[in-house]
């Protein structure tokens, strides 16, 4: 295997034809890696990730095989398709929080879409919207809006890139509410397999999306989570600037950041945790 991209959270092995995706236990916020790992975090990602891919069916995505991978990387590793990646942040929104709500906030929408007066932090939007980002390479993704997506993609494929980012939203958020678990938004990536739009990265994972215990959803004020924004916040109560390098995470923080990943892979899968390197 060839050592090909390292990404914040995820390595690239080129393997033949195919790709390896392994997924670390690095915690990125804010774009900075933080320097303490979280224990299983990369297996409970991808495992909850596979779940997911599973479980959307009809929609094209980029695994090969959860099992045809190097011994030392099983349970945190898949094969998949080399893509070629379109370049576009592909977010829908169903609540509003994080970088959505400042930026309602300051203008009354998002990503160009105009949206009720009077809304508060939390609360349901009248339908999921789409609001994409820019794909940096390095430093932060940018907002933006359709018409940018179709100015750089063309009308159908940005037509057809928001019409899976909804409905890979809206069903995974369906299925979660049967689960009491509210997914506030959620961010996807696709690429081209040949002519065909493919769903690639991850999908619906505790690290791509906002995970909200449902009975205690409450708007006015930030929700508790089963996702990284626990660590997210913990960072910044640090006083860190948000600005490389990131705080070391005490072993307290670590751990119960760990078990809000494990609490949303067993609220959603409907399976308990067993971890592959037990």
Request: proline fraction near 7%; charged fraction near 25%; glycine fraction near 8%.
């Amino acid at each position: 295997m060839k050592h090909i991209h390292a990404g914040k959270v995820r390595d690239l092995y080129e393997d033949g034809d195919s790709l390896i995706l392994v997924a670390s236990d690095r915690v990125s916020v804010y774009d900075v890696v933080l320097p303490t790992p979280i224990p299983d975090k990369g297996a409970l990602l991808t495992q909850l990730s596979n779940w997911w891919f599973d479980h959307l069916s009809g929609i094209p995505n980029h695994v090969l095989s959860t099992t045809d991978v190097p011994a030392e990387f099983a349970g945190r590793a898949v094969r998949v398709k080399s893509l070629k990646m379109v370049q576009v942040e592909c977010i829908a929104r169903g609540y509003l929080s994080g970088s959505g709500l400042k930026e309602y906030q300051r203008t009354g929408s998002v990503s160009g879409i105009a949206l009720p007066p009077g809304l508060r932090e939390g609360d349901r939007l009248p339908e999921p919207i789409f609001t994409p980002t820019t794909k940096a390479s390095v430093g932060h993704d940018e907002p933006i809006t359709f018409d940018d997506v179709v100015a750089q993609e063309g009308r159908e494929v940005a037509e057809r890139l928001r019409d899976l980012t909804l409905e890979i939203y809206t069903r995974g958020a369906a299925h979660a509410a049967e689960r009491g678990v509210i997914i506030a938004d959620t961010k996807v990536e696709f690429g081209w397999d040949a002519d065909v739009l493919t769903l690639g990265d991850e999908v619906l994972t505790s690290d791509s999306s906002r995970y909200w215990p449902a009975a205690q959803w409450q708007p006015g004020h930030p929700q508790p989570s089963f996702d990284k924004q626990f660590v997210r916040d913990w960072s910044t109560s640090t006083g860190w600037n948000k600005e490389y390098p990131g705080p070391e995470i005490p072993d307290d923080i670590a751990t119960a950041t760990r078990q809000k990943y494990q609490e949303a892979y067993e609220l959603i899968t409907g399976k308990p945790w067993t971890s592959p390197q037990s």
